[in-house]
């Protein structure tokens, strides 16, 4: 018998000394344990046992009422005035050191500015205003004990036009306001297309005019739980979804715990977080170039320490959220100028970390200043900035939540990939958690709130991945 291990056979271990018999027994085993470990570490999870009507309502649970009733925002010239009120002082706003621009955060001369008009222009034409955030039919339904708030177009078609309903999630600090530019073009009818989409946006729980949470717990994925339920309760069993930010970890974790129900899922800030992931970006940081398919791109993604160092800068927030939310969500409460200057800072450098340079924060070179405050107005209303930001604490201590990541997404997944996002990883990585990837996309342009800084660059996207997934 002449058995080979490793291009040894056994009559070359029998004349090895005992020496090089230890040294072959260490190296086997140390291939051995690697591999174990290798393997261990890119084992993909199970989908975990669901529990599909947890209760996160106040007291003891009880049945939910399934009727959908219309919704309206309504703030009331009382209000309106109130809120007048509270902008009407800036003079305890501190001067901003000589050349700072906006890397202290938000400008205070800039701010005064921005509360000037919310006061004087933006609020003496709250009609219009509050008739713009109407503009699309609005409902609210129950689900889960909690009132989830949805926006729901139903599009108008000719004979024969296909429609595929898609579930638009946003994240923090946005809201479905940031979808307005983008609703009509998806449920209109045209050339690039022969279908349109019905389009069903909500608001996360906690965020704009959904219910909060009464018990803890409510993270993203437990979310994801509640948006499928939304859908079918709205009588859609298959859909694509489109989201960023924490619309992202919704929308794939919806994609891998319900695969027989989502058609495709389109995100504009695709990421993995695995021990694997982060072992390929530290290997393809080398030789950047060999990673990623055009040497334009490789700008997206690389030098990966000065990207790590401005992601540490931009995460400040995170850590804050993540560990006490209550504390800053009381500072902000009822505080319209402070709520601007927290919100508005993130569309200014998530936008373009560069516009840290710029003494207006570049806010209105893409955004209006009236989209700009309708978004606040989706915090300030509603209050809600306060339970908006516990979803950092409920989902970044829960180990459970981050075993997500290794749960595969089968279903068809586009990812488009803004040059001036926080993140961006290359497909090497990516595949292993998205294994149907079928579109990657590099955009010159746009940052993190994508859908309304380029509604049309992110509609043509949708377009160009439903295409495909329709010739599968």
């Excluded at 003079?91 to 800039?110: C, Q, T």
């Excluded at 008739?131 to 177009?153: C, R, W």
């Excluded at 990585?429 to 993190?448: A, E, R």
Aim: net charge positive.
């Amino acid at each position: 018998m002449n058995i080979s291990l490793h291009g040894i056979t056994d009559q070359d271990f029998l004349k090895m000394g005992w020496c090089g018999k230890l040294l072959f027994v260490l190296v086997s085993c140390s291939v051995a344990f690697v591999y174990q470990q290798y393997h261990q570490a890119t084992k993909p999870f199970p989908i975990p046992e669901l529990k599909l009507q947890k209760y996160w309502g106040a007291g003891t649970p009880k049945p939910d009422n399934t009727k959908i009733d219309k919704f309206v925002v309504d703030f009331k010239q009382a209000d309106v005035d109130k809120l007048k009120s509270k902008l009407s002082d800036t003079s305890y706003l501190s001067k901003p050191l000589e050349d700072a621009k906006f890397h202290y955060g938000f400008n205070s001369n800039k701010l005064k500015s921005v509360v000037s008009y919310w006061k004087d222009t933006y609020l003496t034409k709250w009609d219009q205003r509050q008739a713009h955030l109407n503009k699309f039919p609005q409902f609210m339904t129950q689900i889960q004990g909690l009132n989830i708030h949805f926006i729901h177009v139903v599009p108008k078609v000719t004979k024969n036009v296909k429609v595929y309903p898609i579930l638009l999630l946003h994240g923090w600090p946005g809201s479905v306001v940031e979808f307005y530019d983008l609703i009509p073009l998806l449920t209109a009818e045209s050339k690039d297309k022969d279908y349109v989409f019905e389009v069903i946006a909500p608001s996360l729980p906690g965020y704009g005019f959904s219910e909060a949470a009464s018990k803890q717990g409510l993270n993203y994925a437990e979310m994801a739980i509640i948006f499928r339920n939304l859908m079918a309760r709205l009588g859609k069993s298959r859909y694509f979804i489109q989201g960023g930010d924490w619309g992202s970890a919704i929308g794939t974790t919806m994609a891998s715990y319900f695969p027989n129900e989502i058609l495709g899922y389109h995100s504009n800030m695709c990421a993995v977080n695995t021990p694997i992931a982060n072992v390929k970006t530290f290997i393809s940081s080398f030789y950047p170039k060999y990673f990623v398919e055009k040497e334009e791109h490789v700008k997206f993604y690389y030098p990966i320490l000065p990207n790590l160092v401005e992601l540490l800068v931009e995460s400040g927030y995170m850590h804050i959220q993540a560990t006490k939310p209550d504390t800053v969500g009381t500072a902000l409460a009822g505080n319209p100028v402070g709520l601007a200057a927290y919100i508005m800072e993130k569309f200014s450098t998530w936008t373009n970390k560069a516009y840290r340079d710029l003494e207006d924060g570049g806010l209105e070179k893409y955004f209006t200043m009236d989209a700009l405050l309708d978004n606040i107005m989706l915090y300030y209303i509603p209050n809600s900035i306060l339970t908006s930001q516990r979803l950092y604490k409920e989902s970044f201590s829960n180990p459970e939540v981050f075993k997500n990541d290794r749960i595969p997404v089968t279903v068809p997944v586009a990812c488009a990939k803004y040059r001036h996002e926080l993140l961006n990883q290359i497909d090497w990585i990516l595949k292993d958690k998205f294994t149907n990837l079928v579109q990657t996309s590099h955009f010159p342009d746009g940052g993190h709130f994508a859908a309304m800084q380029l509604p049309k660059v992110m509609y043509k996207d949708i377009v160009d991945f439903v295409n495909k997934v329709q010739k599968k």
